[in-house]
């Protein structure tokens, strides 16, 4: 009776209640998109925050190299000065494996110093390099023309730069750093023996690229390493990881690391122990997870910006307005049928029970409006992932020494060259791939965004159910059989 | 079974207070047939909903089996609703989205009996009343003898102590009212129930055992005299 009263009900007054569930539907469905696109604009930073530092560490220590130090840099035995100039027609042909600009070396030592701090958990040393190849001829047009800064740029030389970035790892896994966390999908990790073995792991993307595979070569600073896996890794990510011990020393950095990624025991006291690292390391730059995402710019951060602020907003004024609409509909409804519940009561249904019936109807409408919500969510959700544009994350850089390998071509080098990794671009991609990533938006609906959609359904439901009950609550059985005389 | 004194009633109609009742004297006896007759506006419908327990009286006492009315608490008065009075009224008042049968039924719901027991008495009810033809029927679908038939057996369906009927051939022809009337009598005459019927149709009140007149919020029976006001009856009015 009960439940084919409200059926009933609910059909002889369908075209209003429609009207109530698409108000709850659309509600709750914004609220679904919004919160959606909220999840994947964190999982985007998250991304971007994992590319920057590995899965699973709370902080990394870097050293900034003082001001001036990085200086025009240039291959050796090219530029400085006009007498060691190279003759016209001369092929150069050079490759070197450097640090990121602007970064200088810690000891490896502070590694474990950092290590046995109280309140770390973990802490893993790496080098962060940049493998640069640059060959090319020496045209009669720029031979012994200006110094070694920018004699090099004239025009007719023919030049060709390529760089990929070379991560250095600790072999044994520690659960932090950069590929600590990363799935090897083809081939092997490294083993225990491999510290200073001419093996590399390199990234699906760069492998795509590179038409690489398990069992290929990688040139890195000039000599063939043995690719032994393909690790999924996410943008941003370095395109080869070498052993610690190998990229030392074909970098020439021997007991030397750029980073060191530390994991704190717990959330809880992750600035303190950064604090404690401070004062470990002086000199260093500690940089925990929570202040790389506050230093997160860029079109990402628009869209978190946008998420949070204009979407949550949105989704409350819509509630709140199918919550009022959907209300006072059922006032509305309840005040049409006083006659009816005057009659109800008047054969002995107890107050509690006509409201019962009421708030019943209401909560049929909040579970109908919460079904079309989930599927418009659902469909908002899809629709946003389809139509979000790739957005950039650009994490703000202490590059205050300038200058690097490619010093030499800064600015004016890609009217020189020819192939499709201009000199001005070299340096330029080196920055952005230490700094900048892309990251496809998307809007995954999560179980828990699910629950409290049937939850805002069923409270829209007791809300309209309630403001309607309240109404019949108020009836006397008399006025309302008065009416009809 | 009934004893009303002093009944006084009053509503406000704006700035305006309106005795609809003004010092009603009645005594209704078990079983008995009571037609209460007067002109529209006079106070019999509000006589009807005191009697029923569906509002209280301003002034005055309704004593029911011993049981003062006015000073019962609404969860009280609920019961005696469900159990000991049967309503039947003038526009039918039907669920509009229920069949006939789930209209009976609604009667029964305080009850809480179980759906079958629930169905087969609301079903024995319609057959009572000539309608096992028209049990899944919306009102609707129905003609208005049909519908009040299926509101008289809402009112029976829970074998009540007392029916109160409200003008309910109000809105029949007069064959139809003739058919209702005639089955009111005989459900009162073969369950012995108390029928309280109120009508300003002297050809119904006539079918009464005893017809109570009320004008001016006050009682008259038709060979008693007047209320000391020393107004006179309207003669029509009188059977």
């Known amino acids: 009776m009960y439940l084919t009263y409200i059926r009933r009900e609910l059909r002889r007054r369908s075209k209003q209640a429609i009207v109530v569930a698409v108000g709850l539907a659309i509600g709750i469905g914004l609220v679904m998109t919004v919160s959606a696109t909220s999840t994947g604009v964190e999982n985007a930073q998250l991304q971007v925050l994992h590319s920057l530092y590995g899965v699973g560490t709370d902080m990394t220590v870097t050293k900034t190299a003082s001001a001036g130090s990085g200086g025009p840099q240039h291959f050796s035995g090219f530029g400085g000065n006009a007498e060691s100039a190279p003759a016209a027609g001369t092929q150069i042909s050079r490759n070197t494996l450097r640090p990121t600009p602007g970064s200088a070396t810690l000891p490896a030592a ?23 190849s640059f060959s090319g001829t020496i045209s009669s047009a720029t031979s012994g023309a200006g110094t070694g800064a920018t004699r090099s740029t004239g025009a007719g030389s023919s030049f060709d730069i390529s760089s990929f970035s070379v991560d250095g790892v600790q072999i044994s896994k520690s659960g932090v750093g950069p590929l600590d ?26 492998a795509g690229q590179q038409s690489l595979s398990v069992g290929s070569t990688v040139t890195v600073a000039g000599d063939s390493l043995s690719v032994i896996g393909i690790a999924r890794m996410p943008s941003g990510s370095a395109d080869v990881y070498i052993p610690l011990g190998t990229a030392q020393s074909l970098a020439g950095l021997s007991g030397d690391v750029t980073t060191i990624y530390v994991s704190a025991t717990s959330a809880a006291n992750v600035s303190s122990l950064a604090a404690e690292v401070q004062r470990t390391v002086p000199g260093a730059t500690v940089s925990t997870s929570a202040q790389l995402a506050s230093e997160v710019t860029g079109s990402l951060s628009s869209a978190t910006s946008l998420a949070t602020r204009l979407g949550k907003w949105l989704s409350i004024a819509a509630l709140a307005v199918a919550f009022v609409i959907a209300g006072l509909l059922m006032m509305a409804a309840v005040s049409r049928r006083v006659r009816e519940f005057g009659t109800l009561k008047a054969i002995g249904w107890r107050t509690r029970r006509i409201v019962a019936q009421v708030m019943g109807e209401g909560l049929a409408l909040g579970l109908v409006g919460g079904v079309a919500g989930i599927v418009l969510g659902l469909a908002g959700s899809e629709i946003v992932s389809l139509l979000a544009p790739s957005l950039s994350a650009t994490v703000g850089s202490s590059f205050a020494t300038g200058g690097g390998d490619f010093g030499a071509f800064g600015g004016g080098g890609s009217a020189g060259a020819t192939s499709s990794s201009p000199a001005g671009g070299g340096l330029a991609r080196a920055f952005d791939s230490a700094r900048t990533v892309l990251v496809h938006l998307s809007a995954p609906v999560q179980s828990q965004t699910i629950l409290v959609a049937v939850c805002l359904a069923v409270a829209g439901g007791l809300v309209a159910g309630a403001l309607g009950s309240w109404r019949a609550s108020r009836l006397r059985p008399a006025a309302a059989l008065r009416r009809i005389e | 079974m009934y004893e009303l004194t002093g009944i006084r009633k009053y509503f406000h109609r704006g700035a305006e207070t309106v005795w609809a009742l003004d010092g009603v004297d009645l005594d209704i006896a078990d ?52 159990a000991d009075f049967g309503f039947v009224f003038q526009s039918f008042n039907l669920i509009p989205t229920l069949t006939a049968q789930e209209n009976v039924e609604t009667a029964l719901v305080p009850f809480h009996l179980s759906p079958d027991e629930r169905r087969r008495r609301a079903h024995q009810a319609l057959v009572d009343l000539g309608l096992e033809d028209r049990v899944g029927h919306l009102p609707s679908e129905l003609s208005g003898g049909q519908q009040q038939r299926v509101a008289i057996a809402r009112a029976l369906v829970k074998d009540p102590k007392v029916l109160l009927a409200d003008e309910p051939t109000g809105n029949l022809d007069e064959d139809t009212r003739d058919e209702i009337v005639g089955a009111l009598e005989g459900l009162w005459r073969n369950r012995g129930l108390t029928l309280v019927l109120v009508t300003h149709d002297s050809w119904v009140a006539r079918r009464a055992e005893r017809i109570a007149v009320i004008k001016g919020g006050r009682v008259n029976y038709g060979d008693a005299s007047w209320p000391s006001t020393g107004r006179e009856p309207d003669p029509e009015l009188v059977a």
């Open chain 1, 110 to 132: 502070d590694v474990s110093k950092v290590a046995s701090l109280s309140g770390a958990a973990a802490a893993t040393g790496g080098l962060v390099l940049t493998d640069t």
């Open chain 1, 181 to 206: 966390a990363a799935e090897v999908a083809k081939g092997s990790y490294f083993s225990s023996s491999d510290n200073t073995a001419m093996v590399a792991i390199v990234s699906s993307s760069y």
């Open chain 2, 31 to 82: 079983g008995e047939f009571l037609a209460i007759q007067g002109p529209t506006g006079q106070g019999k419908s509000t006589l009807l909903v005191l009697l029923g327990g569906l509002d209280r009286p301003t002034e005055g006492r309704i004593v029911f089996d011993g049981r003062d009315l006015g000073r019962l608490a609404e969860l009280q008065l609920a019961e005696l609703r469900a």
